[in-house]
């Protein structure tokens, strides 16, 4: 069965740094989106991705975060300068007739 | 603003039993409604989808259930079994956006 993967599966980090963190879509797939989970807390939206453009976002992805499609197969969130608060597992998924999600980055910021 | 509320938060049972999970949304103007699995430190793992105009759907031993009007739906697991034992998580897709609203989810543990 087809799968989205993401990498890292862990990511630690000083607040302050850039972080990238990668997946690798279902390849027939065209829409693409970010959630994150910050611990004991709601799964939440982050941002949807149709056709190299944001079709969709949150109120949480503001000017630090960006996504892009660098080639045919990868779709990375970028956050600029982390901080404390942006610790979290961060959730990519592919739409088809439901939404598969990756196994997830725990992003954890110092 | 859509609100989506899972009671109870943590449930422990006995192998074997039937149980109901439960999931509430505030605006009936959803596309869909999914029941996800989620194991600890795990991605989430799709159990079932219904469609806004659907009632219910059927996998195994999970039945999910959708009231539209009433803002509410159900996942019926049948003979609880150990490797049940995780963190169920239901999800909305409103109707004219992309993204799905998530509830907090409900911590399953089925004891041997």
């Known amino acids: 069965e087809p799968e989205v993967t993401q990498t890292p599966s862990h990511q630690v980090t000083q607040m302050g740094q850039e972080v990238i963190l990668r997946c690798v879509p279902i390849s027939n797939h065209l829409y693409f989106y970010w959630y994150r989970q910050i611990l004991g807390q709601k799964v939440e939206f982050l941002v949807s991705?149709?056709?190299?453009?944001?079709?969709?976002k949150s109120e949480i992805f503001d000017d630090q975060f960006s996504v892009e499609r660098p080639d045919g197969s990868n779709f990375t969130l970028k956050i600029r300068s982390t901080k404390l608060e942006d610790s979290a597992m961060y959730f990519c998924?592919?739409?088809?007739?439901?939404?598969?999600f990756g196994p997830g980055t725990r992003l954890t910021v110092l | 603003k859509q609100e989506v509320t899972q009671i109870p938060a943590a449930l422990s049972v006995p192998e074997g039993e039937n149980l109901v999970l439960n999931c509430s949304f505030t605006?009936?103007?959803?596309?869909?409604l999914q029941w996800f699995r989620q194991d600890p430190g795990k991605g989430l793992t799709s159990l079932l989808l219904?469609?806004?105009?659907?009632r219910e759907q059927t996998s195994g031993r999970l039945n999910a259930s959708l009231d539209k009007s009433s803002g509410r739906s159900t996942l019926y697991i049948a003979a609880s079994q150990p490797g049940d034992s995780a963190t169920y998580l239901c999800a909305v897709k409103i109707q004219g956006a992309q993204k799905l609203v998530f509830g907090q989810g409900t911590r399953l543990t089925i004891n041997p």
């Open positions: 998924a592919s739409i088809g007739y439901t939404q598969y």
């Open positions: 219904i469609q806004s105009s659907q």
């Open positions: 605006d009936s103007a959803i596309y869909n």
């Open positions: 991705f149709y056709n190299n453009e944001i079709s969709e």
